[in-house]
């Protein structure tokens, strides 16, 4: 009887989603602690009213986040945050539920160097760094890709990335990086937010969105080419 009660105990704050305290490990030796920690923390936002994070990504006037942190359609506005307490304004260009991905359009490049997209998905045992939410404390967490494998909260993903990482709630879309500082995932939640969706099938997605900023006139609808992203 003691054994299942124990067992029990044990289960119940496994599952504990998104509530565990950061734990502080150490950073991954690959990376360059100082420089890519603060470059990760600059690019990563947190969307406004602070409820989920997110990142600045490809061109710069664009940003991955969490779908389930976004509760307006495509097309409406979203605000985000910067580390600096700078708010920027942008449109949701595109909400994917099934792989929980979101694409945030800003109206202008956000001023912090931002991060690229994997193009490939990581191998599992490979390290990964993750540092969560600007508006709170965090250290980096020298993380550990563990296994891909199905996810039932993410019925369009054959390959989640379970990580080793310890979040605390709120840090959905927050951005898991390979040694290069490319994302390879955004926080989807799980036991201690371990579980992220994979980014990796969104690089040629924001090829696409970045092109039709560079065309103007796609963007206005000029010559027959209508509204881009709608």
């Known amino acids: 009887m003691r054994l299942s ?12 989603a998104c509530g565990a305290s950061k734990k502080q490990e150490e950073p991954p ?9 603060r470059a990760l923390k600059d690019a990563t936002v947190t969307l406004f009213p602070g409820h989920c994070a ?15 942190c976004i509760d307006v359609a495509t097309g409406e506005r979203q605000p985000v945050v910067l580390r600096n307490g700078h708010m920027l304004s942008g449109v949701v260009k595109l909400v994917d539920p099934r792989r ?26 490979q390290e990964l760094l993750f540092a969560g939410r600007n508006d709170r404390p965090s250290e980096p ?4 890709l ?48 371990s579980v ?5 099938e969104f690089s040629s997605v924001l090829d696409t969105l970045v092109a039709e900023v560079a065309r103007p006139d796609a963007e206005q609808g000029i010559g027959g080419s209508g509204s881009a992203g709608q």
């Open 5 to 16: 009660r124990l067992a029990g105990v044990l289960a119940v704050t496994a599952l504990a």
């Open 141 to 144: 967490q020298a993380v550990e």
């Open 29 to 37: 030796a690959d990376f360059r602690v100082g420089a890519d920690f």
């Open 146 to 193: 563990r296994k891909l494998g199905r996810c039932p909260s993410l019925p369009g993903v054959p390959q989640a990335l379970f990580t080793s990482l310890h979040g605390e709630k709120g840090d959905s879309g927050a951005p898991v990086v390979d040694r290069h500082l490319q994302v390879v995932g955004l926080v989807h939640g799980g036991a201690a937010c």
């Open 54 to 68: 997110g990142v600045v990504v490809a061109d710069g006037r664009h940003a991955l986040t969490a779908a389930h």
């Open 100 to 125: 929980d991905v979101a694409v945030i359009r800003f109206d202008e490049a956000a001023p912090v160097h931002p991060l690229a997209v994997a193009t490939t998905l990581p191998i599992p045992g």
């Open 196 to 200: 992220a969706a994979p980014t990796a």
